[in-house]
C-alpha cells in the first residue's frame, strides 16, 4: 500500500472526485458527487481520496461523526486498482481518525449481496448487527454491521 497516498477531500481536490465519481455513475446505489458535497456541508462528515504513484485518484472514502459514533457512508476503489489493498486502508485510516477522536463505535451497512465488501468488513472486525429488508432502491437487503472500538489503558 506504499504506492499509495490517503488525501482528505479539500476544494482543490473536488475535480479528482468528479472524475472518480464518473466510474460509479451508473450504480445508482452508490453517491452521487452532489449529495455527497451537500452532506459535507450539512453534517459533520469527511471524505478521503486516495491517489496512485501516478497522481490519479482510485480510492473515495465517506464517514459521518456524530457523538460517539461514526459511520461509514460509502467506500470505493476503482475497478483494475482491486485487490491491493487500498480498500483496507482506507478502512483503517477510518478506524485510527475514530480512535484519534475517542470514538466507541463504528457503523455501516452493505449490501447482502455484496460478499467482497462483507468479506473485507468481517475481517477488519466488524460484526453483522441485523438484517434491514428492502433498504436499497433494487428491493436488496442489507446488513448493519458495528465495530466497538477498544482502547488500552495506559
Ligand atoms: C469493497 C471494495 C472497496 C474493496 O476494495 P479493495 O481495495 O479491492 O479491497 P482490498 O484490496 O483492501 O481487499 C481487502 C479484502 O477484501 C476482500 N476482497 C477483496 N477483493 C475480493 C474479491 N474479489 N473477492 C472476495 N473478497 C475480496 C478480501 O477479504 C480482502 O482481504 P485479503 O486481500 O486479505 O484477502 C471494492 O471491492 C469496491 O470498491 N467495490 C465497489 C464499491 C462497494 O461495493 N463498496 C462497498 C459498499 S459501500
Redesign the pocket.
Known amino acids: 500500500m506504499n504506492d499509495f497516498s490517503l488525501m482528505p477531500l479539500r476544494d482543490d481536490l473536488i475535480p479528482s472526485l468528479k472524475i472518480i465519481s464518473k466510474s ?1 455513475v451508473d ?1 445508482n446505489s ?1 453517491w452521487a458527487v452532489e449529495d455527497i458535497l451537500k452532506t459535507l456541508k450539512s453534517q459533520a462528515s469527511e471524505a478521503y481520496l486516495v491517489f496512485n504513484v501516478y497522481s490519479h485518484c482510485v ?1 473515495f472514502m465517506f464517514v459521518t461523526w456524530t457523538g460517539f459514533e461514526s459511520e ?8 483494475g ?11 483503517n485510516h477510518w478506524i485510527c481518525e475514530a480512535m484519534k477522536r475517542k470514538l466507541n463505535e463504528l457503523f ?1 451497512e ?2 447482502a449481496n ?4 462483507i ?2 468488513y ?2 477488519m472486525g466488524f460484526r453483522k448487527l441485523r438484517t434491514i429488508s428492502n433498504y436499497y432502491k433494487n428491493g436488496d437487503d442489507a446488513f448493519a454491521y458495528g465495530k466497538r472500538l477498544e482502547y488500552k489503558l495506559d
Open positions: 460509479w450504480d452508490f480510492g461509514l457512508l460509502f467506500v470505493y476503489c476503482k475497478e486498482q482491486r485487490g491491493l489493498g487500498i480498500g483496507r486502508h482506507m478502512l455501516l452493505v449490501s455484496n460478499q467482497t465488501a468479506k473485507l468481517e475481517s
